[in-house]
């Protein structure tokens, strides 16, 4: 490495490795300074070479104070260049104002989750955008075995789009409605020799696709094709029996655009209409996206291959099709994101319900405690981006405590231990409902020496520590637990503990419904039965909770997040 190359590597190392060591108590780490080396132009080449001077930069500045630290990176902080946030959304392409039309289109297998907000939340910020219309369609062609309609969903969906604020054209749009259209521009492909009815058998059929051999009814008359698509239509044939497949190359160089499948027969039964033949996605939507006027269509990068069949189909047609932009979907860290999964165990009855918290529902957000701004803003952070980014779902939990931070606090005693403090004196103890925001009020309590505490503050209590029960008094444990004082002592160094006092006219029986499903018992302050159903608090210690509902001597929440 030549020696001014090796020169700007220390001094961008340096800088690095101090920011680094001021996040993390004044410990640097080589790993995470060299990726930030490779932004900056370090070569593979070199790395070896890097290594070893990163690793006496790091050794130099873990050695140093942390007040040393920061006037160190105070020098050399203008060497580290920070990237420029692009605000808002990207542009979308050929977008004119007031003449975009874009749509949601999500199939009714059961309630909206998060994936499916942030589609419908990123085409709804791109229409107020450009001025434009959204259109809600709701995707219930037959499906498969695997994914069936759900007939709640077709209430669940809208509901969750009002909800989360989403504005969408009135009427809404049934692809089931529109089975006639599908029949009709099915037989103009037929009528223009780019489309047949196949006999194969699913075996034969894929083998056919994948050596690239034409199947022999490929060649039947367009008069023989017709007439077997209008036996279709009437139900003379069982499923299984026949298709219609689009004619493209036989020898393309992805064996699954080869002659695909456009209509099929399924003898299942559908909520709303009764018919036995439905197109697929691609057909249904390459004849919707152009007779409905859409402009733009935003979708995932898993639909590539329809995409690539819509432009076809378009260009058979000799129509100009609309704008495709595939986005990433959404992967959520330490959450399990599906609608099929969340439909069958609701309907097996794993799940008491379609806002169960387990779902991720948009109905099981709401229900917990969440705003629709906190789950607008996380899903417009993850943006429109072909990357498949993994979000923890406590950046949802960051966005939504902006929203109800602000909430009042009160004490959640779960598995509650009763313990006697001797010699604990009898006190009002007052309260404040929030710190910062003393104006509203206070939470006022008689207290003597019998206390409830959590049982898992219990089993941490230690002999000879002194601990605090919180804005009341402080305690020692030892062959007993003995009163100390009640003046706020910090050389005490004394853990705090939330509490209630072991006095039934001062508390009421709570149950926390948890995301994982299991449910927290204890007692909460009475207070909390005059709030209204709906309400989101913050039970200290433990986290922010909304009250679904207030039964006869007990009251329900469900927790929301930390």
Not at 18 to 34: C, Q, R, T
Not at 291 to 320: A, C, N, P, Q
Request: hydrophobic share 35%.
């Amino acid at each position: 490495m030549e020696e001014k190359l090796k020169e700007e590597l220390k001094r961008k190392a340096f800088a690095f490795a101090l920011e680094n060591a001021l996040k993390h108590e004044g410990k640097a780490l080589v790993e995470a300074v060299i990726p930030k080396l490779f932004r900056e132009g370090l070569k593979k080449e070199q790395l070896k070479e890097a290594v070893e001077i990163v690793k006496e930069i790091v050794e130099k500045v873990n050695s140093l104070s942390l007040e040393e630290q920061e006037k160190e990176f105070e020098k050399v902080a203008y060497l580290i260049k920070r990237p420029e946030k692009k605000e808002g959304l990207p542009e979308l392409p050929n977008a004119k104002k007031g003449k975009v039309v874009m749509r949601f289109a999500p199939f009714p297998s059961g309630p909206l989750h998060l994936g499916n907000a942030k589609t419908a939340i990123l085409n709804d910020e791109y229409c107020k955008k450009y001025q434009g219309k959204l259109l809600l369609v709701i995707d219930d062609t037959i499906g498969s075995e695997e994914k069936k309609i759900v007939e709640e969903a077709y209430r669940l969906i809208p509901e969750a789009l009002d909800w989360l604020n989403v504005k969408y054209e009135k009427p809404i749009i049934y692809k089931s409605d529109r089975l006639a259209i599908y029949y009709e521009y099915a037989k103009k492909l037929i009528e223009i020799g780019k489309a047949y009815v196949c006999f194969c058998d699913v075996e034969t059929l894929r083998n056919n696709r994948t050596k690239g051999i034409e199947c022999e009814h490929r060649n039947h008359s367009i008069e023989e094709n017709l007439s077997y698509f209008d036996d279709m239509i009437k139900g003379k044939y069982k499923e299984g029996e026949a298709v219609l497949r689009i004619k493209t190359d036989m020898k393309h160089q992805n064996p699954a655009f080869r002659d695909r499948v456009l209509f099929r027969i399924t003898e299942r039964k559908h909520p709303r209409v009764k018919a036995k033949l439905w197109p697929l996605l691609e057909f249904s939507w390459a004849i919707d996206d152009y007779l409905l006027g859409i402009t733009h269509i935003l979708r995932g990068k898993d639909l590539m291959m329809e995409s690539e069949m819509e432009r076809y189909i378009w260009k058979v047609f000799g129509w100009k099709g609309p704008e495709i932009i595939h986005t990433g979907l959404i992967q959520v860290e330490g959450v399990k994101i599906s609608k099929t999964k969340a439909s069958k165990e609701v309907t097996t009855g794993s799940y008491f319900g379609w806002d169960d918290p387990r779902t991720f529902s948009i109905q099981s957000l709401r229900r917990r405690g969440f705003v629709p701004e906190a789950v607008r803003n996380f899903c417009l952070k993850l943006g429109v981006a072909e990357r498949e980014p993994t979000v923890p779902i406590e950046v949802l939990y960051a966005e939504n405590k902006k929203y109800v931070e602000k909430s009042n606090r009160y004490f959640f005693v779960h598995d509650p231990v009763k313990i006697k403090i001797k010699g604990a004196p009898k006190l009002k103890a007052k309260l404040p409902l929030h710190p910062n925001y003393i104006e509203r009020g206070y939470r006022n309590f008689r207290t003597e020496e019998s206390f409830y505490i959590t049982k898992d503050d219990f089993e941490k209590l230690k002999k000879g520590k002194v601990y605090r029960l919180m804005n009341l008094l402080n305690f020692v444990k030892n062959t007993h637990f003995s009163f100390i004082s009640t003046k706020l002592d910090k050389s005490l160094d004394a853990k705090l503990i939330h509490w209630l006092p072991a006095d039934e006219k001062q508390i009421v029986a709570c149950e926390v419904l948890m995301p994982d499903g299991s449910i927290k018992k204890g007692f909460a302050e009475k207070r909390v039965e005059l709030l209204k159903e709906g309400t989101i608090v913050q039970f200290e210690r433990f986290g922010f909770c909304r009250l679904d509902k207030k039964e006869k001597n007990k009251v329900c929440f469900w927790f929301a997040h930390k």
